[in-house]
């Protein structure tokens, strides 16, 4: 494969990239930045992030700036640091590395590194779908480098992307003391219950128009892939490692969200009490589950999570066969809030937001018994369309990114 074919693709791609709408991390990077690094679960819109950016900002069909991702063949007999020393020799600015877990060496750290020193004024944006190997390569990049992480769709980005109405995010400030006010002005132009129940169900990774009836089945494969390929690459696992991840992610999905009995987990994986403390860390930082503590979630390894849910709805739809609606409300709850917020276990409501606001997720039905009594408590209710008092709609913490 010859050099100038990855400059060919780059073309190509970028030319066919929609900008008409973009994930909320787009407007949120200091692109000017020399290094940046997009972090995330596979499926969410990194790569079409990065070629909206060269589509928008830079030249077309210039050679500025060059797209490429580090699974090319190319990079089975040529190594990174090489293609920067071109494309910076013939006038490159710009280079924008995506999937940088799948390149072919081992060192692609310490070549992004290299580019960094080697050539100033130059700028590095890459993105990888394994979380796991690039928090390990912190230490080598933290000076040089921003690191973020994105998230899948929120509600009000479906809403957005499948041109049903168009807002901006709220803070959970604003959520909490002007709801109605919000719901008010939000449901004047959308009945967002009629669409809330599609987005739990296959609103969450921006590629189901692609697959539509085919969306489960991707989903269920992009789990394996992410526990027999990417897991693997950044961790050094057993297949009887491999196999136990599946069996607890099958487990989860039974009966999300799932209370943690480490002896029991540990008898029926046939494992010990701290393999299984390490298998919970590692999918949650595959973005295959969230976890909840008592107290700041500081993911400390043998300190057991309370629950454990699903990182989010879609994938209890894909993985589980019975899934009780309670659960659908909480896994919902406890994604869209730990985007920004931190989430710990709440002895009383079933959340406690940033050490200050305690939040009970149910029905229409649902009464304050549970949490009745504590300063700055919270219901989030589904099935409704506006709140009252401290009664606020579910949907409406769809809103927060």
């Not at 407007?27 to 020399?34: E, N």
């Not at 995010?169 to 009629?194: F, G, K, N, P, Y």
């Not at 008592?294 to 899934?323: H, R």
């Amino acid at each position: 494969m010859d050099i100038q074919e990855l400059y060919s693709n780059s073309y190509r791609l970028v030319s066919q990239v929609s900008t008409k709408t973009k994930r909320y991390l787009y407007h949120q990077l200091p692109w000017d930045a020399r290094m940046l690094c997009i972090r995330g679960a596979r499926g969410i819109g990194k790569t079409t992030l990065l070629l909206q950016r060269m589509a928008e900002e830079l030249p077309a069909n210039s050679n500025q700036a060059l797209y490429v991702s580090l699974d090319e063949l190319w990079f089975n007999e040529n190594r990174l640091i090489d293609l920067a020393d071109y494309h910076y020799a013939h006038g490159g600015t710009h280079l924008f590395l995506d999937e940088v877990h799948r390149y072919p060496q081992k060192s692609w750290a310490q070549e992004i590194k290299n580019i960094y020193d080697r050539y100033p004024g130059f700028h590095v944006v890459f993105t990888g779908s394994s979380i796991l190997k690039i928090d390990q390569s912190q230490a080598d990049l933290s000076r040089r480098c921003l690191f973020f992480t994105m998230q899948g769709l929120s509600f009000r980005e479906y809403l957005e992307f499948n041109g049903i109405a168009q807002f901006g995010s709220v803070e959970l400030e604003q959520i909490l003391t002007s709801h109605v006010a919000l719901a008010m002005e939000i449901t004047r132009q959308v009945h967002v219950l009629q669409y809330f129940g599609d987005y739990l169900r296959h609103g969450y990774y921006p590629f189901y128009h692609e697959l539509a009836d085919g969306y489960k089945m991707a989903l269920r494969q992009m789990v394996a892939n992410v526990i027999e390929q990417d897991i693997p690459q950044a961790e050094s696992v057993e297949m009887n490692t491999i196999n136990r991840m599946k069996r607890l992610i099958a487990l989860i999905a039974r009966v999300s969200p799932f209370t943690v009995n480490v002896s029991r987990i540990a008898n029926t994986l046939e494992c010990d009490r701290q393999a299984v403390y390490k298998l919970l860390g590692t999918m949650h930082r595959a973005s295959l589950i969230n976890m909840l503590y008592k107290g700041k979630n500081n993911m400390q390894q043998l300190v057991k999570p309370e629950k454990v849910y699903l990182e989010n709805t879609n994938l209890m739809f894909a993985l589980a066969s019975e899934i009780n609606t309670g659960n659908i409300r909480e896994t919902f709850f406890a994604n869209q809030l730990s985007n920004a917020h931190e989430l710990a276990f709440s002895g009383n409501g079933d959340f406690l937001v940033d050490n200050a606001h305690t939040i009970e997720v149910g029905g229409h039905r649902k009464s304050f018994e549970q949490i009745k009594g504590l300063d700055d408590s919270y219901l989030a209710v589904d099935d409704i369309e506006i709140g009252n008092g401290n009664r606020i709609p579910l949907w409406l913490f769809g809103f927060l990114y």
